[in-house]
């Protein structure tokens, strides 16, 4: 078991924090390529587990992949029209030893081209098992 101290103050680092947040947003644009290619393992393939989401103040915990239903792309297709994610903006605001936490605003869009909804969400992304992976979204 850690103890408080190294819990709530991690060490110092000498990672090269432009590229760690470079290899973070590319890990979110590689998740937002399969999600707009409706490929749900391809999206598990960009997530950490157990990946933890705070929507609103629910928290969801997936200890593991393949928690969205195989319908998951048709039933947002048909209750709001999506075809397509855009981001607007992927910006970091912390960034830590293997870890970096962005600002991500994106628009769900329909096949017109019109916003089907907006969003912004804090995301953080993780560098783990030798791998950069999203950990933790907040909705």
């Not at 960009?46 to 990946?51: G, R, S, V």
């Not at 593991?64 to 855009?86: I, M, Q």
Request: aromatic letters at 10%; a negative charge; charged letters at 25%.
């Amino acid at each position: 078991m850690m103890n408080a101290d190294s819990l709530f103050q991690p060490a110092p680092h000498a990672d090269n924090d432009d590229a760690m947040v470079e290899e973070a947003i590319r890990c979110v644009e590689a998740f937002t390529s399969r999600f707009n290619a409706r490929d749900l393992a391809g999206m598990d393939a960009h997530l950490h587990f157990p990946h933890i989401i705070l929507s609103g103040e629910q928290l969801v915990v997936w200890t593991e992949p393949g928690n969205l239903p195989a319908s998951f792309f048709d039933d947002l297709h048909r209750d709001t029209g999506w075809v397509e994610t855009r981001y607007q903006r992927k910006d970091a605001v912390l960034v830590s030893p293997r870890k970096v936490h962005l600002v991500v605003e994106y628009t769900r869009n329909r096949a017109d081209g019109s916003t089907a909804s907006i969003h912004s969400n804090l995301w953080i992304v993780t560098f783990d098992g030798g791998r950069w992976g999203i950990k933790q979204r907040s909705y």
